[in-house]
């Protein structure tokens, strides 16, 4: 369950009825190119760092901006980030 204080990211979603577990890429993509601290922090509590890892690297809708960072914190090599390809 998303709690409401990230309903902000999810604006397009029905949080009543939404699983972040079925949609693990949808729910870490919106938290890496559009959360805040709060929502990366429930991201970390919700999804281990290799799937965490595994979005970065598949994503192709990140913005070079966040995906570069996130490269960076995770220690993925950018030739091996999608949306930097």
């Known amino acids: 369950m998303v709690p409401n204080t990230l309903q902000s990211l999810f604006w397009d979603t029905n949080l009543a009825t939404f699983q972040p577990s079925a949609y693990p890429d949808y729910t870490i993509f919106r938290i890496l190119e ?39 914190i995770y220690g993925i090599p950018e030739a091996e980030v999608g949306a930097l390809a």
Not at 36 to 57: G, K, L, Q, S, T
Not at 66 to 71: G, I
């Open 34 to 72: 559009y959360g805040d601290d709060e929502a990366v922090a429930w991201m970390r509590e919700n999804f281990d760092a290799p799937e965490i890892r595994r979005v970065i690297c598949s994503e192709r809708r990140l913005s070079a901006k966040s995906a570069t960072f996130w490269a960076l």
